[in-house]
């Protein structure tokens, strides 16, 4: 039987990111891309035979599968990778997908549970762009749900995370395997989930490799470009300055690359940095920046499988890990 042509099959061949070929294909309104691009996933995809799922209108009635999708907001990458995810699962099981975006506003929430009744959708996928602790209408519980990249403060219900301690670990592990014995750490903003998870997996690898936690290798920033840069700046100005530096999100870490370039120091030879995400351009920066992948897509398929596979989905959370990916900026030959 023929392989079918996914969206990752046309990343590869148009050489853009899954997430340009998602809002192409899906037709994503209000998205900057170029006509370029956008004419040459359109011409690779139909080189390569794409086809989307089955529409709805296709199915016998008895094979007609609904799910709805309530998410707060599709404006940044991550959620794309989300809402990919889920289309791939549906496009593979002959599902249809109706998503609500609610701006995680409790009455766009009620609406959309409105809106989902009316199409007699009973199965949905309550999901938040970052990762995070949140407080669900009432109404959810009257459908089956699975709670994505969010979970209750009970924990109650069955919720799909990623593994963000293990990942901080992971990062600062790899840091340590590759020589590093003064880690810093550039964190995201402190009310999120995600800083709170990967900074816990980094004072857990410092115990494990027997290194001490230093308060001063410990820099608040806020996921930007600019914090990544300035507390580089000021980790370097240390009497004891770090020999590696895990930054917790791709876009600090790229601005810890260029200030150290600004300093004229060597990356990877006088210090490593790795970063966290694996955005489109991390491989293409300068050094190409080592990170540990987000798995939105795997966790969006984990989601749709356990809630399609149960009757009563139960108590549980189910955490992904992400990988660990080895550029240049932390290893010299890789």
């Given at each position: 039987m023929k392989k079918r042509v996914k969206m990752v099959d046309i990343a590869r061949a148009a050489k853009v990111s899954q997430t340009t070929v998602s809002l192409v294909l899906n037709h994503v309104p209000n998205i900057r891309i170029a006509d370029e691009t956008r004419q040459r996933v359109l011409s690779v995809a139909r080189e390569l035979g794409y086809t989307p799922g089955p529409s709805l209108y296709d199915l016998d009635p008895a094979r007609k599968r609904l799910f709805g999708v309530m998410i707060n907001e599709i404006s940044s990458a991550y959620p794309i990778n989300l809402i990919d995810g889920l289309n791939t699962w549906a496009d593979t099981q002959g599902a249809q997908l109706l998503v609500q975006i609610t701006g995680g506003l409790p009455d766009h929430d009620e609406a959309a549970l409105e809106n989902f009744a009316r199409f007699g959708i009973d199965t949905i996928v309550y999901a938040r762009t970052f990762t995070a602790i949140v407080d669900v209408p009432p109404r959810l519980d009257a459908f089956r749900h699975v709670l994505l990249n969010c979970r209750r403060p009970d924990s109650r219900g069955l919720a799909v995370l990623p593994a963000e301690r293990y990942g901080g670990a992971l990062a600062t592990d790899h840091l340590v395997a590759a020589g590093c014995r003064?880690?810093?750490?550039?964190?995201?903003?402190?009310?999120?989930?995600?800083?709170?998870?990967?900074?816990?997996?980094?004072?857990?690898?410092?115990?494990?490799?027997?290194?001490?936690?230093?308060?001063?290798?410990?820099?608040?920033?806020?996921?930007?470009?600019?914090?990544?840069?300035?507390?580089?700046?000021?980790?370097?100005?240390?009497?004891?300055?770090?020999?590696?530096?895990?930054?917790?999100?791709?876009?600090?870490?790229?601005?810890?690359?260029?200030?150290?370039?600004?300093?004229?120091?060597?990356?990877?030879?006088?210090?490593?940095?790795?970063?966290?995400?694996?955005?489109?351009?991390?491989?293409?920066?300068?050094?190409?920046?080592?990170?540990?992948?987000?798995?939105?897509?795997?966790?969006?398929?984990?989601?749709?499988?356990?809630?399609?596979?149960?009757?009563?989905?139960?108590?549980?959370?189910?955490?992904i890990q992400g990988k660990l990916v080895v550029r240049k900026s932390t290893m010299p030959d890789a």
């Amino acid at each position: 039987m023929k392989k079918r042509v996914k969206m990752v099959d046309i990343a590869r061949a148009a050489k853009v990111s899954q997430t340009t070929v998602s809002l192409v294909l899906n037709h994503v309104p209000n998205i900057r891309i170029a006509d370029e691009t956008r004419q040459r996933v359109l011409s690779v995809a139909r080189e390569l035979g794409y086809t989307p799922g089955p529409s709805l209108y296709d199915l016998d009635p008895a094979r007609k599968r609904l799910f709805g999708v309530m998410i707060n907001e599709i404006s940044s990458a991550y959620p794309i990778n989300l809402i990919d995810g889920l289309n791939t699962w549906a496009d593979t099981q002959g599902a249809q997908l109706l998503v609500q975006i609610t701006g995680g506003l409790p009455d766009h929430d009620e609406a959309a549970l409105e809106n989902f009744a009316r199409f007699g959708i009973d199965t949905i996928v309550y999901a938040r762009t970052f990762t995070a602790i949140v407080d669900v209408p009432p109404r959810l519980d009257a459908f089956r749900h699975v709670l994505l990249n969010c979970r209750r403060p009970d924990s109650r219900g069955l919720a799909v995370l990623p593994a963000e301690r293990y990942g901080g670990a992971l990062a600062t592990d790899h840091l340590v395997a590759a020589g590093c014995r003064r880690i810093a750490t550039i964190t995201g903003d402190p009310w999120q989930l995600a800083t709170a998870e990967r900074l816990a997996g980094y004072h857990r690898a410092l115990g494990r490799a027997g290194l001490a936690r230093d308060a001063g290798l410990e820099r608040r920033g806020d996921w930007s470009h600019a914090s990544g840069f300035a507390q580089t700046l000021a980790l370097m100005a240390l009497p004891e300055p770090p020999d590696g530096i895990f930054c917790q999100n791709d876009i600090m870490a790229r601005g810890a690359l260029a200030a150290l370039a600004s300093l004229g120091m060597d990356v990877p030879g006088a210090v490593r940095v790795i970063g966290y995400d694996d955005r489109d351009f991390a491989r293409d920066l300068d050094p190409a920046l080592s990170t540990v992948t987000l798995p939105h897509v795997e966790m969006a398929e984990r989601a749709m499988d356990q809630l399609a596979g149960e009757a009563q989905p139960g108590d549980r959370t189910t955490t992904i890990q992400g990988k660990l990916v080895v550029r240049k900026s932390t290893m010299p030959d890789a």
